[in-house]
């Protein structure tokens, strides 16, 4: 089933159970669907488009959760890390560290990178492999550790 026909379908359950929260979230990521569907892209959403609305989605919602913390607002926070968790439940499973440590450690070795002169080669194949599974902040923090031994 498409993205759209699932969110729609949830859309129809939230309001029935009058889940409020998940709603709103459900209605944001519709919207975000049809704004690609009107932007004037001359075909259909393929998946990758999808993964885009959803991780674009996601990481709204990680760096408001931030600003929020930041300045003390918990109660702001908590509803954007409801949201964001409703959000996740779409986008793929995300790897743990230890198997993310382990896909990092066999890209170094397959390229054969050795120092920090490699980081922008292990990365660029790294985000490219790990797409969807992992953040990419997490992708480079790894990367940097793996590449520059203390």
């Known amino acids: 089933m498409a993205l759209t026909d ?5 859309i ?3 309001m029935k159970a009058g889940d409020k929260v998940r709603l709103e979230t459900l209605r944001s990521l519709r919207a ?3 704004e690609f569907e009107k932007s004037g892209v001359d ?4 998946p990758d488009d999808e993964f885009k609305i959803l991780n674009s989605a996601a990481k709204r919602r990680k760096d408001a959760i931030e600003q929020y913390e930041g300045v003390g607002r918990t109660d702001a926070a908590a509803q954007e890390r409801a949201e964001l968790a409703i959000i996740m439940e779409f986008l793929p499973a995300q790897l743990t560290e ?3 440590r382990e896909a990092i450690t066999r890209i170094i070795a397959t390229l054969g990178a ?15 492999e790990l797409k969807g599974k992992a953040d990419g902040s997490a992708i ?3 990367v940097k550790q793996l590449l520059n031994p203390a």
């Open 6 to 10: 699932t969110i729609n379908e949830q």
């Open 12 to 14: 129809k359950s939230a």
């Open 32 to 34: 975000g669907i049809l």
């Open 43 to 46: 075909r259909a959403m393929t």
């Open 98 to 100: 230890a198997e993310l």
């Open 114 to 128: 050795s120092g920090p002169a490699d980081f922008g080669k292990v990365m660029g194949a790294a985000t490219k």
């Open 140 to 142: 480079q923090a790894l």
